[in-house]
């Protein structure tokens, strides 16, 4: 199953993404902490994404799709994105990759939540991009870039839409059960 799971900053994406993989044994592709992981290595990339992680802005396309690329070569069919496609460029980026496998995405989770939310969940999450300023520009930039990708995902009738501000896991019940709903009425 290839899975995408999106949703602004603290809507607990990597929760569902970690509870998903467990219950469904997919690979988390958790595209944040992969960058994260790049820019603690002494790479010649690496000072390059730690400009754009400190900053709370996005990292340039061409590094994270050479990472989703090499990542989705390693797990095969069964997969949760985590945080990616992030924007319209991604977007497009990810199909090229699928299409030369002959693949696509099963369904694309969307986590939905408010900002007031979203800023008490950061501040006690305490990252070092939870900062408040650097919050509200990482909220604002999900708005301006990822808002687009969600809605085209809706389009195209592969999108589940989950709200985000319960449990973790009566909210993993939710996105499993509309899973199951979905995949078995394509399966029909
Ligand atoms: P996250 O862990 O999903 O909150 O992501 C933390 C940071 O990693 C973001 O603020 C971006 O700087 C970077 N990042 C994560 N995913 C992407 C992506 N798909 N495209 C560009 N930058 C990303």
Redesign the pocket.
Known sequence: MRLSILGP?GSG??TQAEILSHVLGLRHIY???L?RQEAERDSPISARICY??SR????PEDV?LAVLERQIAEAGDNYILD????TMA?MLGLEIILSERGESLDAVISLEIGTEEIIRRLLARGRP?DRPDLIAR?VRIFHQETDPVIRLYDERGILIRIPADGPPESIADDILRHLRERLSSKAA
Do not use: F
């Open positions: 900053p994406k990597s595209m944040g902490e960058l754009y992680l709370g802005e996005l990292v994270v945080g990616v496609p992030r991604q991009d990482r």
